[in-house]
C-alpha cells in the first residue's frame, strides 16, 4: 500500500516552496535534495518509501523545480535556503525535526543544525559531499575528473540550442550522461527521475554556479561545530561513490553520535542501487 500523499505551495519571505508530503504516520522528516539547483523530483518515487515510517516533507529548494521566488537572496544564498527550511518547520507547526540530506544536501542540514540546533532532533547524510568549502572544492576537481569520462559527449549537448533554452529533453539527456558514473551499474542512470520543466532547467546551472562562486568566495568549516553539536546521526556512503570515502570517514569521526553506513556495490544514488539495505537502516535509525 503506498503511503499518503499530498502537494502544496508553502509561502515563504519571498517565494512560494513547491512542497510533497509523503506519509502521516512517524516522525516529521524535511528531506534535502542536493544539487545544488536540481529540485526534489530526482528523489522521487524511489525515496517515498520512507513514507511507510516517516512523515516526511520533499520540497523544492528555492529557485528549482516547480518552486517560485525572485533572486534577490543571491547576496547570501545559503542563509536564504537555511532561512526557508526553518520557515517550511513554521508553516507545518512541527516543534522539532528530524533531516535527510542527499549529497550537497548535506551542507544545508549542517548549516541548519548550526543555527537551530533546538530543532533537530536526527540527521540523516545520505552519500554526503564534505561539509567544509576547502574539502567541498577539491573533491568537485576529482569529481570533474569522473565526468570527464563523457567529456566529448556532454559538450556536444551542452553546446546545443536546445539545452541554452531550457529543452528539458535535452537538459535530461545531458544529465543521464553525467551520472553514468555515480552508479555502481551505470544504466541505472535511466531510471532517474531528471523531468523539469525549461524555466527549471535554465534556473538549475545559474543556481548551481552561484552557490559555486559562493563557496569559493566565503570559506566555512562545519566539522567542529558539528562535533558541539553531536546530533544523533546516520551517515551512509557507497563504495561506489564518486564522493571519496576519506570525507565520509571524516564527517563520522567529528560527530561522536554517528553511525556509519558503508553499502557495498553502491554508488552515489543509494536509494536506487541498494534500495532495501539503505531504507532497512533509515527505519532501524528512525525508529
Known amino acids: 500500500m503506498s503511503p499518503f500523499q499530498e502537494e502544496k505551495f508553502v509561502p515563504v519571505d519571498g517565494a512560494e516552496l513547491f512542497c510533497r508530503i509523503i506519509g502521516k504516520k512517524g516522525p516529521p522528516v524535511i528531506v534535502l535534495h542536493g544539487g545544488p539547483g536540481l529540485g526534489c523530483n530526482y528523489l522521487l518515487p524511489q525515496m517515498a518509501s520512507i513514507g ?38 513554521e508553516k507545518f507547526e512541527l516543534k522539532t525535526i528530524s533531516i535527510l540530506a542527499h549529497s550537497w544536501g548535506s551542507i544545508l542540514a549542517s548549516l541548519y ?17 564534505p561539509v567544509s568549502s576547502m574539502d567541498y572544492l577539491e573533491f568537485v576537481k576529482h569529481r570533474s575528473q569522473i565526468v570527464d569520462i563523457n567529456k566529448d559527449e556532454l559538450t556536444a549537448v551542452r553546446e546545443s540550442q536546445a539545452f541554452k533554452q531550457g529543452d528539458s529533453k535535452t537538459v535530461e539527456k545531458f544529465y543521464r550522461i553525467y551520472f553514468k558514473n555515480y552508479f555502481a551499474k551505470p544504466e541505472l542512470a535511466d531510471t532517474l527521475s531528471l523531468t523539469m520543466s ?26 567542529e561545530e558539528l562535533k558541539k553539536l553531536n546530533k544523533p546521526s546516520l551517515i551512509v556512503a557507497g563504495d561506489k561513490d564518486v564522493i571519496p570515502f576519506h570525507y565520509v570517514e571524516r564527517l563520522h569521526k ?31 535509525f528512525m525508529i
Open 254 to 284: 567529528n560527530i561522536h553520535a554517528s553511525e556509519l553506513i558503508l553499502i557495498k556495490n553502491c554508488g552515489h544514488f543509494s536509494y536506487i542501487d541498494q534500495p532495501e539495505i539503505l531504507f532497512a537502516g533509515i527505519q532501524d
Open 198 to 223: 525549461p524555466q527549471a532547467a535554465i534556473n538549475n546551472f545559474k543556481i548551481y554556479d552561484l552557490f559555486y562562486n559562493y563557496t569559493v568566495d566565503n570559506s566555512f568549516d562545519l566539522y
Open 113 to 129: 543544525a548550526k543555527e537551530h540546533p533546538q530543532r533537530v532532533n536526527k540527521i540523516m547524510y545520505l552519500n554526503p559531499v
Open 52 to 89: 511507510n515510517f516517516c512523515s516526511a516533507i520533499f520540497y523544492d529548494q528555492r529557485g528549482t523545480g516547480k518552486s517560485k521566488g525572485t533572486n534577490a537572496w543571491s547576496a547570501n544564498p545559503f542563509q536564504s535556503y537555511i532561512s526557508d527550511i526553518e520557515q517550511i518547520r
